[in-house]
């Protein structure tokens, strides 16, 4: 499959990682416009509730940040660090540890799904691209406003047209070790969801607010289509 890289490389590709995850995109963003994003919102320091919280410019850039961690975790330890295969992991979580837990901001942070996004699309390359597509179109009008729960939508689809992809598409000399990959990155998202999940019952008042205001979004919508 891989050679093994020496433990320094990928020690220091760990922590390289941790410290790009813990970069508080979300925080400093909002900072700048004079709002705490631990205080508003979701009280998470993500993308999303920069979006809805702050303005939306603000929450893109923060997504297209949080998103470039997990791309440059994968460059990094492969160029510099000599890292491979399945070892790619490592790095992996150590990017989304950092971005839960902020030695910057006491511990905290988001959920971590743009950094792995962003950790998919430095493993796969092209191959995420259309999976990429697939997810960002269940985020924009018109397709955000015909699920209950759009996020979680664009999620199941793309993980499956990624799958997909790897099994048609991918070289056969590499198709094993990306579909081992591909198991090895589905743990991972495995647990950026049930963290979320856990933080979302752990505050769902917070959550129910967001969602009564989004729900009449989509409602004002739906209207004015009809």
């Not at 971005?99 to 988001?110: D, L, N, Q, R, V």
């Not at 979320?196 to 769902?204: I, K, L």
Request: glycine share 10%; with cysteine; charged share 15%.
């Amino acid at each position: 499959m891989s050679a093994t890289p020496e433990i320094t490389n990928l020690a220091y590709a760990s922590l390289v990682a941790f410290f790009l995850g813990a970069i508080p995109a979300a925080y400093l963003a909002s900072r700048l416009h004079g709002i705490n994003i631990f205080d508003v919102g979701s009280r998470q320091a993500g993308a999303t509730n920069v979006w809805k919280n702050v303005n939306r410019k603000t929450g893109f850039i923060v997504f297209l940040i949080d998103v470039a961690k997990g791309v440059l975790t994968i460059q990094l330890s492969r160029y510099i660090f000599e890292v491979s295969g399945l070892w790619f992991l490592v790095p992996s979580v150590a990017v989304i540890l950092g971005h839960w837990f902020s030695p910057m901001t006491k511990f905290k942070g988001g959920d971590g799904v743009a950094s792995l996004g962003g950790l998919i699309v430095g493993l796969f390359q092209w191959f995420a691209l259309p999976a990429s597509l697939v997810a960002i179109a269940f985020g924009v009008p018109p397709l955000r406003y015909k699920f209950a729960h759009p996020s979680l939508q664009a999620g199941v689809t793309g993980w499956g047209v990624l799958l997909l992809t790897i099994a048609v598409a991918g070289p056969s000399d590499q198709r094993v070790e990306h579909l081992v990959l591909y198991v090895g990155i589905s743990c991972l998202a495995l647990a950026v969801l049930l963290k979320s999940v856990r933080f979302h019952r752990r505050n769902a008042h917070f959550f129910n607010e967001e969602e009564e205001l989004e729900a009449g979004e989509i409602e004002e919508h739906r209207t004015a289509e009809s």
